[in-house]
């Protein structure tokens, strides 16, 4: 079992810049693929960005490459969600997801382990 908790969330004005966090419990999170997704009010929770448990290569969802940026620092059992440029739009809980040796990394339902989200607002 593995427990993963997000931070880093907050109010932010449009065109600002968040970094979110989340850190793993457990064993060997190197070997898990981690991901994060976002659910806005009365819409479909969405992929945003992984990193593959075996490539230092951030995957993103379309609409958000250039502004989001995932990393990791596998000593200290962390990913990390760069955001930039904020707008409006990007408002959501922001969900972190694992799943060892995980391949696909853009569907929700692949993902073992979830944390409890972290709520992201941008103003305008």
């Known amino acids: 079992q593995v427990q993963l908790v997000e931070s880093g969330g907050g109010l932010v004005q449009a065109g600002g810049s968040l970094r979110l966090s989340c850190a793993a419990s457990g064993r060997a999170f190197s070997t898990y693929t981690m991901g994060w997704f976002r659910q806005a009010p009365g819409k479909e929770r969405e992929f945003v960005a992984a990193?593959?448990?075996?490539?230092?290569?951030?995957y993103y969802a379309d609409s958000l490459k250039g502004r989001f940026t995932i990393s990791r620092d596998n000593a200290k059992s962390t990913v990390y969600l760069q955001m930039n440029s904020l707008k409006p739009e990007d408002t959501a809980v922001y969900y972190c997801?694992?799943?060892?040796?995980?391949?696909?990394?853009?569907?929700?339902?692949?993902?073992?382990?979830w944390g409890q989200g972290t709520q992201v607002t941008v103003s305008s």
């Open positions: 990193s593959r448990w075996n490539s230092d290569s951030g």
């Open positions: 997801a694992g799943r060892q040796y995980g391949s696909i990394w853009s569907y929700q339902y692949e993902y073992e382990y």
